[in-house]
């Protein structure tokens, strides 16, 4: 009886749910098809209102039946007011197009603040469109990672990484996508620059922390850049062109066929640094041979209005390469000898990312959509170096010939194979219920091989190969529940399997929100993030310019971090959103590379093991961020102040601050629009010092060489350092500048845009670290004590361009 | 306004066609200073064989600021010498080891101004060795070290000898020439490793880079670490370049060094595992103590055998 009461319940609800009024749509760019998103969507004079996702889609439920009007409103677009009829049980497709409008800084205008204010649960997230990304003034062009660096909670190792430090997170930490997929190695030139080309960007989603379950496989921030769909309307495209590198950006409607629709979007870019340099050095100099490029495709199909499919492509590569050869003669009629041989020196070292995706979305009711998600993601690194000896030789009635290779191959790659599938569902009042199952496959493979080849002779040395594959498997499932209209709570629960170990592990995620006002907001998240593959990089490198990834073995146990955050939100009438936070965070079972252990010796003999030895490690980070930020009117821009500590644990040095630890961090960011067309950017940063292990003494490090004869010892001078992180640099400060000026040209009157930047205009030395010298008596020779000197980054830089539009 | 703006471009304009322009920073080098109290660098090896004698190096750590040689002039049979010499060497500590029955008190030995050579000076340093003949460590026995210095520094150690290698002769072929692939036997320690360094008599005195008309024996001279419970290793030349190089009558050196723990652990684990790497300073670290009790460098020790196979062209 009981059983027949349940499952009548149960097909009640969900026969109401179905019957339920809906209304669902997309919202888009009218100029370019573009979908829009946290775009406010809401019945007038009623509390039934949401914001589109990051896809355009919205779906309204439980709709009165009756006369009503609905409004779509979004900041920098012409509001949309439209009169419908609903009848019980109807559900209504609505799609909107919405127009771009000059006015700023109309009330109506933030209403894309405030949607974002009501509609997310979760602290510690930030949208970034465009706009903001270029707010800031950049080295060369703008760079997404350098504008995320300058927000609260983000810390930045030195000048020439991109790298993303956030709240005592690494950067392996964190999970960066493009459209979903995961990127392993997001930079070019070592970190100097992003692996995303801004120009195909829409807008970037960044966690801080504290994200829901349905994320996954990192411990600590998340950014997934979603990139431009393409102009449904027309073809179109921009042509960038700078002191350093060149883009394009192509776009435009799919051939409509059978009524499928469609877009399509096309983007790349290369430097030229490497011209440039071997224009200005000629002669016998050896060329300069680097450069970097990158390209990223994407089309959509628009099977019908309830199917899309949609393909994404990137491919981004840093190459060094040279390759050079001599000749020598030898020639004695005396000695009646004569020689001639050739040395050939090659170089070639490419690393990058390659991906591909496809994804389906299927819009299977207007309250239900499932997005099913295929990706190859793959990074590799390959240092390929050789050289070779030939000749011939003859003497007298003598003569030979040799030939000697030797070849050094050093790589790393790892392929990352996914499967996923979403599904979003509106059925319950007041529920977002959302699910889904992933399914990681990852292949790691690091390798070392030499090879050395004569006439007669092959030797092949394989010191380090090691080859792995895991897979991670997730069920994760979250409710967003609107309480009341003031009280929202996000519960989430996250499964995961590794194929490595035999325990199933599970993420619980709590989000909170009380809506104290219109305009202020509390935020409260708890939530615990597994991990299940780290990277093998020393942790005092100055500057890294690869990464090398491997997964969590068997006998290691899974690092994790928890997250307590808590923050408030206020959004201003006159559009500055004041943003506080506090945070809590702690890491168990992390390791830590030992450093310069290259070789193993024990029983078994002597191994190549730069990868395999790592300390267990612990650590906590804490701390308080304070954002004001001003999105419309003339001037735009925020100030992000930070007060924070990290702290690791290691049992050899106990507790210490890693390099990324920042007490202060102060960044000030503003774009002013001087006049109609011409705008004026410039950034303040400011932090204390990073830690640094000083050098406190000089002593001899005792040798032995094991000589057959007799042993010999010696000694080679060293120096003495500190408690690690003991002591800090000096503080970092840095003020950039730039201009950027809109026009047309006056012959091919082609619009196009001209800028110029200054970075570290006051020119101020901020330390990378010490270098130390012994101080000489120039008179006596004498060697007296040690002095040193700040190892500099960023110099004063200028660097312009062009940007033409067509 | 419009002035900026022609302004603007007129500086864009300009610079298009040039690249990136930087500004030089000038480095600003300062005096380090440093509240390091300097400790006693100690080496010292008790070595059972009768060719190598024991010695002590009493060296201290320097602080940053301080100058790291002395200038001495000094005149002897009427000769100036003027020179510098290296103040981490400490000459008047009093160094004293015992096997627990006998203590012996150990002296600077300095170098001899005649045969100093002035283009390496650093080279001169002396240690502290003990200059009668009746020391004799054996095996297994605990010998301790005591070093104290005229400023109240002091630091002990402990070490105890490891067996003396036993390479066994028996088992050696009577000749090698360059095919020969030998499998030398020698006794297995069960706690100690021991260290096998194999070279030619030749190679010694000749460099040991592959050069087309040398005569070197190259391959030959190679080190292999033994570990615990290892009595064979099986020896052969390795590859090293044109293999049709003339060979030479000559000797094979075969020496097998046995260490304690202290030794095996300075010189061989502790290498492996730098505290702090970095690319501007190098490895380095806290110096390390092994067998020692108040300083770092270590107090450890050794055994000898060796043994020798001609070899023929």
């Not at chain 1, 609905?70 to 909107?96: N, P, Q, W």
């Not at chain 1, 310069?596 to 078994?604: A, C, H, N, R």
């Not at chain 2, 088992?171 to 320690?189: E, G, Q, R, W």
């Amino acid at each position: 009886m009981n059983y027949i009461i349940r499952t009548a319940l149960l097909f009640t609800i969900l026969v109401s749910t179905l019957l339920s009024q809906v209304i669902n749509g997309f919202v888009r760019d009218d100029a370019t098809g573009e979908p829009l998103s946290y775009a406010n969507v809401f019945i007038k004079d009623s509390n039934i209102g949401v914001a589109s996702g990051v896809d355009g889609y919205y779906a309204l439920t439980n709709i009165p039946i009756g006369e009503r009007t609905i409004i779509v409103s979004i900041i920098g677009y012409t509001m949309i007011t439209k009169d419908i009829s609903i009848k019980e049980g109807e559900s209504l497709r609505l799609d909107f197009r919405m127009s771009a409008e000059a006015i700023e800084g109309q009330r109506v205008d933030v209403f894309g603040e405030a949607q974002k204010m009501r509609q997310l649960v979760e602290p510690s997230r930030i949208s970034l469109d465009l706009r903001t990304i270029e707010t800031a003034p950049a080295f060369i062009e703008p760079d997404l990672f350098r504008t995320i660096q300058m927000l609260p909670g983000v810390q930045t190792i030195n000048d020439y990484s991109s790298a993303l430090y956030v709240r005592g997170s690494t950067p392996d930490q964190n999970l960066i996508m493009m459209d979903g997929i995961t990127i392993y190695n997001p930079y070019h030139l070592g970190g100097i620059f992003s692996t995303f080309n801004t120009s195909s960007i829409k807008e970037a989603d960044f966690h801080a922390g504290g994200f829901t379950a349905r994320y996954g496989g990192r411990m600590g921030a998340i950014l997934n850049v979603v990139t431009r769909e393409g102009n449904t309307e027309k073809f179109e495209g921009s042509y960038n062109v700078s002191s350093m590198s060149s883009k394009v950006l192509l776009e435009g409607p799919l051939p409509k066929l059978y009524g499928m629709k469609g877009s399509w979007m096309l983007a790349g870019r290369r430097t030229y640094l490497d011209q440039f340099i071997n224009l200005l050095v000629r002669g016998d100099d050896l060329p300069f041979r680097y450069y970097f490029y990158d390209y990223q495709g994407k089309v959509n199909l628009d099977i019908n209005q309830d199917h899309r499919l949609t393909y994404s492509r990137f491919y981004g590569d840093d190459i060094v390469e040279f390759s050079f050869s001599d000749t020598y003669s030898e020639y004695s009629v005396v000695e009646d000898y004569e020689q001639n041989e050739e040395n050939t020196t090659h170089l070639n070292w490419p690393w990058g990312n390659k991906t591909n995706s496809l994804t389906w979305r299927w819009l299977i009711s207007p309250k239900l959509v499932a997005r099913t998600f295929l990706a190859n993601s793959r990074y590799r690194f390959d240092f390929n170096f050789g050289l070779q000896q030939k000749g011939d030789w003859r003497e007298g009635s003598e003569s030979g010939t040799y030939n000697e290779k030797f070849e050094f191959d050093f790589y790393d790659i790892i392929n990352d194979n996914t499967i996923e599938t979403e599904l979003s569902w509106h059925g319950i009042a007041n529920h977002q219920i959302m699910g889904g199952f992933q399914i990681k496959k990852v292949e790691y493979d690091l390798g070392m091989d030499f090879e050395f080849e004569t006439l007669d002779t092959l030797i092949s040395l394989s010191p380090l190969s090691q080859k792995d594959q895991t897979v991670e498997s997730s069920l994760f499932l979250q409710d967003k529940w609107s309480l009341t209209q003031k009280i929202v709570l996000q519960l989430g629960g996250r499964f995961m399997d590794y194929s490595e170990h035999d325990e199933l592990y599970f993420d619980p995620r709590i989000g909170f929100k009380y809506l104290a006002k219109e305009d202020l907001s509390f935020k409260l998240s708890l939530g615990r993030y597994h991990q299940f593959l780290t990277i093998a990089n020393p942790e005092d490198e100055t500057w890294r310019i690869i990464d090398f990834w491997l997964g969590i073995t068997e006998e290691q146990k899974a690092p994790y971090s928890d997250h307590y955050i808590l923050g408030l939100e206020y959004l201003s009438e006159d559009n500055w959103l004041f943003r506080c936070e506090t945070y809590y965070k702690h890491f168990e079972n992390l390791i830590t590379l030992k450093q310069g252990q290259l070789f193993t010796e024990d029983e078994s003999g002597a191994r190549f093991t730069p990868f395999n030895e790592f300390y267990p490690t612990r650590a906590y980070a804490y701390g308080l961020e304070m954002l004001y930020k001003k999105t419309a009117g003339r001037l735009r821009g925020w100030i992000g102040y930070t007060y924070a500590e990290t702290k690791k644990h290691i049992d050899k040095h106990g507790w210490y601050n890693p390099k990324y630890d920042r007490r202060h961090t102060l960044n000030i960011v503003g774009d002013f629009r001087v006049i109609e067309n011409l705008h004026f950017s410039t950034s303040l940063q400011t932090s204390s010092g990073q830690p640094h292990t000083p050098a406190i003494g000089r002593y001899q490090e005792w040798e032995v060489n094991n000589d057959p004869y007799m042993p010999f010892y010696g000694f080679t001078e060293a120096y003495l350092v500190g408690k690690k992180n003991s002591e800090r640099l000096t503080p970092y400060f840095r003020i950039d500048m730039g201009f950027k000026h809109k026009t047309v040209g006056k012959i091919l009157k082609i619009p196009y845009e001209r800028f110029f930047q200054i970075v570290n205009v006051t020119n101020y030395v901020n330390a990378l670290n010490y270098q130390y010298r012994a101080k000489v008596n120039r008179r006596t020779g004498e060697t007296l004590g040690i002095e040193r000197a700040a190892v500099p980054m960023f110099p004063t830089l200028i660097a312009f361009g062009y940007r033409w539009s067509f | 306004m419009e002035f900026l703006v022609k302004l603007i471009n007129t500086i864009v304009l300009c610079f298009l066609f040039g690249s990136c322009i930087t500004l030089e920073q000038e480095l600003e080098w300062e005096d380090v200073k440093s509240d390091h109290d300097p400790v006693l660098n100690i080496m010292g090896i008790i070595s059972s064989d009768t060719l190598v004698d024991s010695f002590v190096r009493v060296h201290r750590s320097l602080t940053m600021d301080e100058a790291r040689d002395s200038l001495v002039r000094d005149t002897i049979d009427g000769v100036q010498y003027l020179y510098y010499t290296p103040r981490f060497v400490i000459r008047n500590a009093n160094v004293v080891v015992s096997n627990q029955v006998n203590s012996y008190t150990l002296e600077y030995q300095s170098f001899d101004l005649e045969d100093f050579d002035f283009e390496e000076p650093e080279l001169q340093v002396g240690a502290y060795i003990y200059k009668g003949d009746d020391m004799n460590p054996h095996p297994g026995e605990i010998w301790t070290l005591s070093i104290t210095t005229p400023d109240g520094k002091s630091v002990t150690g402990e070490t105890v000898l490891p067996p003396k290698p036993q390479i066994n002769d028996g088992a050696l072929p009577d000749t090698f020439n360059i095919n020969s692939v030998i499998t030398m036997k020698f006794s297995s320690l069960e706690d100690n490793v021991q260290i096998i360094n194999i070279g030619n008599l030749l190679s010694y005195f000749v460099p040991y880079y592959y050069e087309y008309d040398s005569k070197d024996n190259c391959g030959l001279t190679q080190e292999h670490i033994i570990w615990q419970g290892v009595d064979s290793l099986v020896y052969q030349k390795e590859f090293c370049g044109d293999e049709d190089s003339d060979w030479a009558e000559d000797l094979l050196i075969i020496h097998m060094l046995s260490m304690d723990q202290n030794y095996y652990e300075y010189f061989i684990k502790y290498g492996e595992d730098p505290e702090f790497s970095n690319l501007l300073i190098g490895s380095g670290g806290s110096g390390g103590g092994f067998g020692l009790d108040g300083g770092i460098g270590f107090f450890g020790s050794i055994g000898i055998d060796r043994a020798f196979i001609p070899v023929m062209p």
